[in-house]
């Protein structure tokens, strides 16, 4: 649960970052995939793999499972594969946000 809330923030910095509305972004709720899809839009460049889990989380429902229904964890991530989204997505975020004078939406 918390690698997953941690990917979601890390993608909610960076379309604050870029200029996207604070509205727009609560609306996607916890879709990873719609939050992945606008950070690419934005710049983010994520390996096919790692955009592929992300959209498969989404799909399987990973947040609300893993919250809700710890139950059916098995139809959920594997750690390895989560761990290494969540670095992914961490390192590359961070290196977006830190370059200066970057010019944004």
Known sequence: MSAIHAIELYLNALLLFMGQETSRIRGLQ????ARSEMAIAN???????TAAHLSAMAGNREYLVTRYG???TATIS?????TATLDEVANKVSAMMAVPNRTRA
């Open 78 to 82: 594997q750690i390895n594969r989560l």
């Open 30 to 33: 916890h879709n990873l995939a």
């Open 43 to 49: 710049g983010l460049q994520l390996r096919k793999r």
């Open 70 to 72: 710890p139950e059916m």
